[in-house]
């Protein structure tokens, strides 16, 4: 058996992350001399160069990568050590990673966070917003222990929990053509000035499907060509007397409770839906906390959007 340490396994895993030296360091909360001396003790034990440090950023070697992924499935095995006897005495602490998709996180995060806090004090939840094709590799490295964003996924190793169902709303500003109209249907969605979420963004994919699936091409004409990652800058436009665009339902209620009703136009039946569910890649990790996450978020989420039923939807991917 070789003599390496468990610590040495994460300072090596931290600088895969890192790519740096002096950030993985940091991340460890050590001095960057003593990660470098614990690593190179590493090496010198495995008698194998872990990383390639004439790179930059640095980068594995070939045989690295393997004893890296090993390190890894070492690393999560041991840390279940401590969730297998917190679930044993039957409490509910710990740290629980989350991330959630920036058009879920402003709309469904005071629905449940202040809620969470309050019944499960030794929980320590850290929340980060991130993409879906991010967020999916992250949780396969570990680095969440679970995730908020759109389903199906279609990923085999990844396990889905669905919270609930979101239809859309459009919101259209006072001189669109579309303002006179009460509903908007998918034929409606090829008009001038539809503002979209940039690229790497899954709402706007949703978008887009829905586009091409009702009107079967999207297209824009407009003197003014704007892609934000944020919903709220999209709103911001079309309060400005600009276009139109798509909300999620969670993002139309805030307009709601703000009284400003007036430029939300509800679809025509079928209504375009999308389904939100917690994700995992490692099933029953932290179950305990995972359970009372997703039952805490479904008390914060109005109650018609449990139901997958709710109406005649169109789910959108």
């Given at each position: 058996m070789r003599n390496i340490s468990l610590t040495q396994m994460l300072y090596a895993l931290t600088l895969q992350e890192t790519?740096?030296?002096?950030?993985?360091?940091?991340?460890?909360?050590?001095?960057?001399?003593?990660?470098?001396?614990?690593?190179q003790k590493l090496e010198d034990e495995l008698g194998i160069i872990l990383f390639d440090r004439t790179k930059q950023p640095i980068i594995p070697?070939?045989?690295?990568?393997?004893?890296?992924?090993?390190?890894?499935?070492?690393?999560?095995?041991?840390?279940?050590?401590?969730?297998?006897?917190?679930?044993?005495?039957?409490?509910?602490?710990?740290?629980?990673?989350?991330?959630?998709?920036?058009?879920?996180?402003?709309?469904?995060?005071?629905?449940?966070?202040?809620?969470?806090?309050r019944s499960y004090p030794k929980v320590t939840l850290i929340l980060d917003e991130c993409k879906t094709q991010t967020?999916?590799?992250?949780?396969?490295k570990d680095e969440y222990d679970a995730g908020i964003l759109v389903t199906p996924l279609e990923e085999e190793s990844v396990y889905e929990t669905p919270l609930y169902y979101e239809p859309f709303w459009g919101?259209?500003?006072?001189?669109?053509?579309?303002?006179?109209?009460?509903?908007?249907?998918?034929?409606?969605?090829?008009?001038?000035?539809?503002?979209i979420l940039e690229e790497g963004h899954c709402f706007r994919e949703q978008v887009l499907s829905l586009c091409k699936r009702r009107k079967g091409q999207w297209m824009t004409k407009s003197p003014l060509n704007f892609q934000s990652g944020s919903l709220e800058s999209l709103k911001g436009?079309?309060?400005?007397?600009?276009?139109?665009?798509?909300?999620?339902?969670?993002?139309?209620?805030?307009?709601?409770?703000?009284?400003?009703?007036?430029?939300?136009?509800?679809?025509?039946?079928p209504t375009p839906v999308r389904e939100v569910s917690c994700v995992q890649v490692r099933k029953g990790y932290k179950k305990k906390i995972l359970d009372a996450l997703v039952q805490t978020v479904k008390e914060g989420v109005p109650r018609e959007l449990l139901k997958r039923d709710q109406t005649k939807l169109v789910p959108l991917k």
């Open positions: 790519k740096n030296f002096s950030l993985a360091a940091k991340k460890c909360h050590v001095t960057q001399p003593t990660l470098s001396m614990q690593l070697t070939d045989p690295g990568e393997k004893l890296l992924a090993q390190f890894r499935t070492v690393v999560q095995e041991t840390q279940q050590i401590d969730d297998i006897l917190t679930e044993v005495q039957g409490e509910v602490s710990g740290e629980f990673r989350l991330a959630i998709l920036p058009s879920i996180a402003p709309y469904l995060v005071p629905l449940f966070a202040a809620r969470f806090v967020m999916v590799e992250r949780l396969k919101y259209v500003s006072q001189g669109h053509p579309l303002f006179i109209q009460k509903e908007i249907s998918g034929a409606d969605l090829g008009a001038a000035d539809l503002w436009l079309v309060d400005s007397g600009i276009g139109y665009t798509l909300l999620p339902d969670l993002a139309a209620r805030q307009i709601v409770l703000h009284g400003n009703k007036k430029r939300l136009r509800a679809f025509t039946k």
